[in-house]
């Protein structure tokens, strides 16, 4: 049986919540905004490749629809979408609103830009090195939250998180969002006690005008018990809030 030479190319993309370095690359900015006063000028987001990298990256850009990618069709274009970035240098990513897709004018949208970094060869093509004798080039990559914010909402974002609404029934907490922005929380208690929220379990972002649903270990007695919860602003910083179930 021949064997192949020739390595296999493997894709590691790590889905990543906050500004991160992957192999040695960085981005900026934990999320990004994208106003509708943006349609002309487009959004910017630094992406840097420490010193201490040991090879070049060759590195792709994309706007999808959904956190899996499988949503490649969407109203946003990146430009260079593909570049290589050499050690201890820094390139801009520019996003542009190019397509016809309508959006909520009500609410905010949501999508993610997605960043992949393979290692590429050491000349000035952009073609990743070769590797020989079964050896495994890994790429890594990096999404964040891209949201489009029409113009006129109601609110200011700030408004959003704080207005975050409380209701329990048993050991269910009920937490609606009447506002037209997408709040992530980072914790939540109810009386003292922890609420659990993670990425993990799929219950951190509240959408717009929406409602999510969480199980409580220890429920609270009565109806006015205290509720603190943090939220992540428009820069990528946690504020805090309080409140009382209704």
Request: charged share 15%; with cysteine.
């Amino acid at each position: 049986m021949r064997t192949s030479r020739w390595c296999s190319w493997v894709l590691v993309l790590l889905w990543l919540p906050c500004m991160s370095a992957i192999a040695g690359i960085s981005l900026d900015s934990s999320r990004l905004i994208f106003s509708a006063s943006d349609q002309v000028n487009g959004q910017s987001i630094g992406i840097s490749s420490s010193a201490q990298s040991s090879s070049p990256y060759l590195v792709k850009a994309q706007v999808l629809g959904d956190v899996r990618g499988d949503k490649t069709n969407t109203p946003f274009s990146v430009t260079p979408s593909l570049f290589r970035l050499e050690p201890g240098s820094t390139n801009q990513l520019r996003i542009l609103k190019t397509g016809n897709q309508p959006l909520a004018k009500d609410k905010e949208s949501l999508f993610y830009l997605r960043v992949i970094a393979l290692p590429a060869g050491q000349g000035s093509e952009l073609t990743p090195k070769r590797e020989v004798g079964g050896a495994v080039t890994v790429s890594t990559g990096s999404v964040i939250k891209l949201f489009y914010r029409p113009a006129g909402l109601s609110q200011t974002q700030q408004q959003g998180m704080a207005g975050l609404q409380f209701t329990q029934q048993g050991n269910t907490l009920r937490v609606a969002n009447p506002s037209p922005y997408y709040v992530t929380l980072t914790s939540l208690n109810v009386g003292g006690k922890v609420v659990a929220v993670s990425t993990r379990q799929k219950n951190t972002m509240i959408a717009p005008f929406s409602l999510m649903t969480y199980q409580m270990t220890h429920p609270s007695a009565g109806t006015r018990s205290s509720v603190a919860w943090q939220a992540i602003n428009d820069f990528g910083g946690v504020e805090k809030f309080n409140g009382e179930i209704q």
